[in-house]
């Protein structure tokens, strides 16, 4: 029972190794295998290895989750524009109609005073 569940979970890892790097681990463990090398090259890529990690620096864990908080942010405030400009526009159509009504009513009222 153990050795089945074990197999079932290596499944599972090399698939997700497949799905979300594109390595087939089958295929790199052959290569590790067959790969031989001698004690100071081992020694020699390890620290090239240590090398390229300290260059990346330190990792921000919640990096993730600030993008997701800036992108919320940014599309609640990029509605908020939206919403701003389309008032804007509604303001100046009721404005628009409002002066028209006036001055129809206006031009309309002065024909009355120069008839009489």
């Known amino acids: 029972m153990e050795q ?8 599972g890892l090399v698939e997700m190794t497949r799905e979300k ?5 089958p295929d790199i463990y052959r290569e590790y295998l067959g790969g031989e090398m001698s004690e100071a090259e081992v020694r020699e890529r390890l620290e ?5 990690k300290g ?12 993008h997701e908080a800036l992108k ?3 599309t609640f405030i990029t509605t908020q ?3 701003l400009l389309d008032s804007i526009a509604s ?3 009721a404005i628009r109609k409002i002066n028209k009504t006036c ?3 206006s031009a309309r009222r002065s024909g009355m005073w120069t008839k009489n």
Do not use: C, P, W
Not at 4 to 11: L, P
Not at 55 to 66: K, P, S
């Open 4 to 11: 089945s569940e074990i197999g079932f979970k290596m499944d």
């Open 21 to 25: 790097y594109a390595l087939h681990l």
């Open 48 to 52: 090239h290895q240590k090398k390229l």
């Open 55 to 66: 260059r990346l620096g330190e990792v921000n864990l919640t990096a993730i989750q600030e």
């Open 72 to 74: 919320e942010r940014y």
């Open 81 to 83: 524009k939206q919403d």
């Open 91 to 93: 303001l100046q159509e």
């Open 103 to 105: 001055l129809d009513d």
